[in-house]
């Protein structure tokens, strides 16, 4: 069967399994079974050999066992009310900015995100502690809303990420490097966002109540030893990384043991607790492992058809220059983040992306920050925005109003990307500069 018309069959089953609300990870096993045996002919006992020999190659990855541990970090930050503090700790240096406290949305979902890697946990988390505190102060409520859609979304971009976990597994390239190029970049982020927010109160200054009351020496310090036990985790967990010293996965060990001692310090420990953030991780754990594993099969069955290998030469052939593809492939992604999550979105697109970026000089670090700024996108575009689908759930708003709150950070991310392509130093700087 020709190449490209093989790919063009195996998209359209894909997105027709997946538009008739198949679970991912079976889609993408149905699809990869039949890429198998009804397109290439393998029989029965190969496609099953291939599927188990890529199972046991995954189970036993190393790098995947950082993604349960992340996970757990942030259970347990969530659930023993540390990011409680995070809001406390942050109100007394942001109440002069303009926009007051609309900046604890994006900083308190910066410094979440520096301990969790995950999107949607980081959206949730800051999301029940500020939605209603900000309403409650008199806080415009779109603006609110629209904020830490955008910020939640740093929850990838900033280390550690599970989706960078993923695409470095994926990739073969080193986590500890991506880990190190999202930084800047993230931060770029969360400065954008900032100063959106703060041009919007200069412009309007009614979507920000007048400043309360003059704070005092003391509240600068209370609030700071608030925010000591998740600057603790950060230091600890990126400079052991950065330190060259131990792996994400022993760094996120380590940060799981020094998360417990927190929360026994703080008298919030209890054995129902750690059950129930034990829960939480496994059912997420096994979501992400068996997308990971469904896709992993997908790419091999599409690898031995040959697919990536003709969609490269058919586009090599156009002779494209370097950024009229990356503005093809950011279409792409567009396009595939109003239908899928940001996980399927890079372990599916990665086998045939990623030879096609490599082939025109993109180097495969800053190409994994590219692909994350672009799974930021899908995070808050509908109608698969799962961060539209958190805030939906706090807030009880519709997908489309949440949406167009939203809207004017998914342009900043759009500002950050041609940033980044236009400047990839930006990315390239900190882990050349480490390593």
Same mark, same amino acid.
């Given at each position: ?21 198949? +679970? ?31 199972? +046991? ?12 541990m992340f996970l757990l970090m942030g259970e347990l930050i969530y659930r ?148 000591? $036990? ?61 997308? !990971? ?15 990536p290998q003709t969609l490269a030469r058919s586009i090599a052939a156009l ?31 990665? $086998? ?9 000089g993109w180097d495969p670090i800053w190409f994994g920050v590219f692909l ?10 509908? $109608?698969? /925005? ?28 759009? !500002?950050?990307?041609?940033? %980044? %392509?236009?400047?990839? /130093?930006?990315?390239? +700087?900190?882990?050349?500069?480490? +390593?």
């Amino acid at each position: 069967m020709d190449g490209l018309f093989l790919g063009l069959l195996t998209l359209g089953l894909l997105l027709g399994l997946l538009g008739a609300g198949l +679970w991912i990870f079976v889609a993408l096993m149905v699809v990869g079974c039949a890429v198998l045996f009804f397109g290439l002919g393998f029989p029965l006992d190969r496609t099953g050999n291939i599927l188990k020999s890529i199972m +046991w190659r995954s189970a036993s990855s190393w790098e995947i066992a950082a993604i349960p541990m992340f996970l757990l970090m942030g259970e347990l930050i969530y659930r023993a009310e540390i990011s409680a503090r995070i809001f406390r700790g942050l109100a007394p240096f942001v109440e002069r900015l303009p926009g007051r406290l609309l900046h604890a949305n994006v900083a308190g979902s910066t410094l979440f995100a520096a301990v969790s890697g995950s999107s949607a946990a980081t959206t949730a988390t800051i999301g029940r502690i500020t939605i209603n505190a900000l309403q409650q102060r008199g806080y415009d409520r779109s603006l609110a809303i629209g904020s830490l859609a955008g910020a939640g979304s740093l929850g990838l971009l900033i280390p550690p990420s599970i989706v960078m976990i993923l695409y470095g597994v994926l990739a073969e390239v080193s986590i500890a490097r991506l880990f190190a190029a999202g930084l800047i970049p993230g931060l770029m982020v969360a400065a954008l966002y900032s100063a959106w927010i703060a041009g919007v109160a200069l412009v309007r200054p009614e979507v920000a109540p007048p400043l309360a009351e003059r704070r005092q020496g003391r509240d600068y310090l209370c609030a700071t030893v608030d925010l000591l $036990p998740i600057l603790f985790l950060i230091v600890l967990v990126l400079g052991s990384i950065y330190s060259g010293r131990v792996t994400p996965s022993e760094a996120a060990a380590m940060g799981v043991v020094a998360t417990l001692v927190i929360v026994a310090l703080l008298g919030r420990f209890s054995f129902q607790l750690l059950l129930d953030c034990l829960v939480g991780t496994v059912v997420l754990s096994a979501m992400i492992c068996s997308i !990971l594993v469904a896709a992993a099969f997908l790419s091999t069955a599409i690898a031995y058809a040959g697919l990536p290998q003709t969609l490269a030469r058919s586009i090599a052939a156009l002779e494209l220059s370097p950024y009229t593809l990356i503005l093809i492939l950011a279409l792409f992604y567009l396009i595939l983040g109003l239908f899928l999550d940001g996980i399927s979105i890079t372990v599916m697109s990665l $086998p045939v992306t990623l030879p096609l970026a490599m082939q025109a000089g993109w180097d495969p670090i800053w190409f994994g920050v590219f692909l994350v700024i672009m799974v930021e996108m899908a995070q808050i575009t509908p $109608p698969v /925005g799962f961060n539209l689908f958190v805030l939906q759930g706090l807030t009880g708003w519709s997908l489309g109003r949440i949406a167009m709150a939203a809207l004017p950070f998914f342009l900043l991310l759009c !500002l950050a990307l041609l940033l %980044v %392509v236009m400047f990839p /130093g930006i990315v390239l +700087w900190l882990p050349q500069t480490i +390593w």
